[in-house]
């Protein structure tokens, strides 16, 4: 492939993916929720979902914790099947995990439609203890 197909090659991908980005959560709603326990340095994790329409959803979820503590790393998923009420939320799964402040982690929460399609997602980031990525917009937005 010469230079000028794989530059057209990026250009499609590029806008085949923003277009893609723009159709998630729009039915379905994710939602990452933690609470801590400085006591004791735990972290729970909870994974919901929202559904934003007034039909009834069958879906499938993974909640994804990928963790680099003190040198070691480790990879926790969890996923499902589950229904989804007419305007209704669903806790999905819970996890609780050693957290403190020299924790990198990654959450990442994936809704999938009956097809396999992902159609919600919600991600939360901590390097070195200190919360970044998608909270940290939220917030500034709040913010600003």
């Known amino acids: 492939m010469n230079v000028i197909g794989k530059i057209m090659l990026l250009v499609s991908m590029l806008i085949t993916t923003f277009f893609y980005a723009q159709n998630m959560n729009k039915e379905v ?4 929720n933690l609470e801590s326990n400085t006591s004791s340095d735990l972290l729970t994790i909870t994974g919901t979902a929202t559904n934003i329409t007034d039909i009834n959803m ?3 979820y ?3 914790v990928i963790s680099n503590s003190n040198g ?3 990879k926790n998923g969890q996923s499902g ?5 007419p305007r209704g939320t669903k806790s999905l799964s819970t996890t609780t995990i050693n957290f403190d402040d020299t924790s990198d982690l ?4 994936l809704i999938y ?5 992902p159609i919600a997602k919600d991600r939360v980031e901590f390097v070195e203890g200190k919360v970044v990525g998608e ?3 939220k917030e500034k937005k709040k913010l600003g």
């Open 29 to 32: 709603g994710a939602k990452i």
């Open 58 to 60: 069958s879906l499938e």
């Open 62 to 64: 993974e909640l994804s």
């Open 72 to 74: 070691n790393n480790s």
């Open 81 to 85: 099947r589950f229904t989804l009420e």
């Open 106 to 109: 990654i959450i990442l929460l």
């Open 113 to 117: 439609d009956k097809n396999g399609k």
């Open 135 to 137: 909270i940290e917009k």
